[in-house]
């Protein structure tokens, strides 16, 4: 698998979820070409956009991918250190993320995890066996290799998530501008209480598709009320998941 340079991390926590109307990292506005998720600027035509696009059409550990023919494994359990403090919340255009205070870690497999941001997608990006869900979570977390790990969280509809309710519905019409969360704000309040997860190898969900990027997907759901996924599609004006993508020889371990 192609690894993330120190560079491309760089690039990555200055421009994380950019392009004007992106999601993950692009170098700048001005250089990187427009993509979208529909038309002729959509995922099937990412790679044509740009040649360092190519890992999206010819990658081999594409990311997302429906979960499913688990592979059995003694999973180690995971470590998460969330800490209070300040972040906050910006329209990118094809996502809505949250920037956060240096200090909150995840450790699995004795190495430890900075997380960078976390942001939405909307349907999920991930399935489980064939089951799609109304919106998905990423915490994007990278060690002092640069080497990335994103944790997936699915929302299935149900009761009022109150703590995505408490940053949930700003005025964020303008995209790049920044809001303050307030108060104090820790994000392990949006995981669910067990923390079983699937873990595969992948790559960002958005160019330049890069690979060597560790997946962790819960395994339970938190809730989401139909109004909280509406104000998000609603401010995006669009569905913003890229469909899943072949496994190949990849496994899936649970």
Known sequence: MKKLSPLFLALFLTSCTNNSESSHSESSH???PHWSYAGATGPEYWASLNADYQLCGDGMA???????????ADLSPLEIAYVDGGSSIVNKGHTVQVNVDAGSMLSVDNQSFEL???????PSENTIEGESFPMEM???HANEEGKLTVLAVLFELGAENSALESIWG???DTVEEASAIEPLFNVESLLPADRQYYRFDGSLTT????E????LVLAEQVSV???QVDWFYDLMGESTNRPVQMINDRLIYN
């Open 212 to 215: 060597g990027v560790t997946w």
């Open 116 to 122: 960078l941001q976390f942001h939405f997608q909307s």
């Open 62 to 72: 594409q990311s997302p991918i429906n979960l499913s023919a688990f592979t059995e």
């Open 138 to 140: 990423h915490l994007v």
């Open 225 to 227: 009320t139909q109004d």
């Open 207 to 210: 160019p330049p598709c890069s």
């Open 30 to 32: 001005s250089e990187s």
């Open 170 to 172: 700003r005025q964020l």
